[in-house]
T-cell receptor, first 115, second 116 residues
Framework: DAGVIQSPRHEVTEMGQEVTLRCKPISGHDYLFWYRQTMMRGLELLIYFNNNVPIDDSGMPEDRFSAKMPNASFSTLKIQPSEPRDSAVYFC?????????????FGEGSRLTVL | AQTVTQSQPEMSVQEAETVTLSCTYDTSESDYYLFWYKQPPSRQMILVIRQEAYKQQNATENRFSVNFQKAAKSFSLKISDSQLGDAAMYFC?????????????FGKGTKLSVKP
């Protein structure tokens, strides 16, 4: 079975541009998470969904960040406009929630560089 | 609020030796899960080992084992017969049992180097 699939793997953009990161969770998983990883702050939970519904977006830094999950097999994280401080690795993860073991399955991450 | 602390930013071990990574956590809950995740240079986080708080027996997965001390709120990871492929960032994580999956809390990580 395929794992969590993220794209793009690397993204370099200029300040002010729109960035869209994509994620396909593991089939059958009902939770989806977006994390951001930086050296300074470590792993930060940005937002998570349960059955496609956003449950907690308190980790989203500001209004420039938005996330959607239009169906069970796809989610996007959008940054508009992007800023250099948004440079980080963004991870998507999925899990089986209460029916599972608590384990999160992570994608390979999208490394974003904003110049 | 729960917290997870990894006090060792970096550790080093000789190949074939044993190393222990430390993790402490703070919670008022009695039922929870604890995890160790490995993040190799390829970046993908991989679950190494999992422990349920209600189980007294320490979890073991091949060369990886934990020392779970519930009263002390300590959850260390022991890697035996270290291999070059064990070099990675290791994250300790906490999750309330029955809690929202969003409440998975990570420590800052420990970078493990393995010397040949």
């Amino acid at each position: 079975d395929a794992g969590v699939i993220q794209s793009p793997r690397h993204e370099v953009t200029e300040m002010g541009q729109e960035v869209t990161l994509r994620c396909k969770p593991i089939s059958g998983h009902d939770y989806l998470f977006w994390y951001r990883q930086t050296m300074m702050r470590g792993l930060e939970l940005l937002i998570y969904f349960n059955n496609n519904v956003p449950i907690d977006d308190s980790g989203m830094p500001e209004d420039r960040f938005s996330a959607k999950m239009p169906n069970a097999s796809f989610s996007t994280l959008k940054i508009q406009p992007s800023e250099p401080r948004d440079s980080a690795v963004y991870f998507c993860a999925s899990s089986l929630g209460q029916r599972g073991t608590g384990e999160l399955f992570f994608g390979e991450g999208s490394r974003l560089t904003v110049l | 609020a729960q917290t997870v602390t990894q006090s060792q930013p970096e550790m080093s071990v000789q190949e074939a030796e044993t190393v222990t990574l430390s993790c402490t956590y703070d919670t008022s809950e009695s039922d929870y899960y604890l995890f160790w995740y490995k993040q190799p240079p390829s970046r993908q986080m991989i679950l190494v080992i999992r422990q349920e708080a209600y189980k007294q027996q320490n979890a073991t997965e091949n060369r990886f084992s934990v020392n779970f001390q519930k009263a002390a709120k300590s959850f260390s990871l022991k890697i035996s017969d270290s291999q070059l492929g064990d070099a990675a960032m290791y994250f300790c994580a906490y999750l309330n049992y029955g809690g929202s999956q969003g409440n998975l809390i990570f420590g800052k990580g420990t970078k493990l180097s393995v010397k040949p």
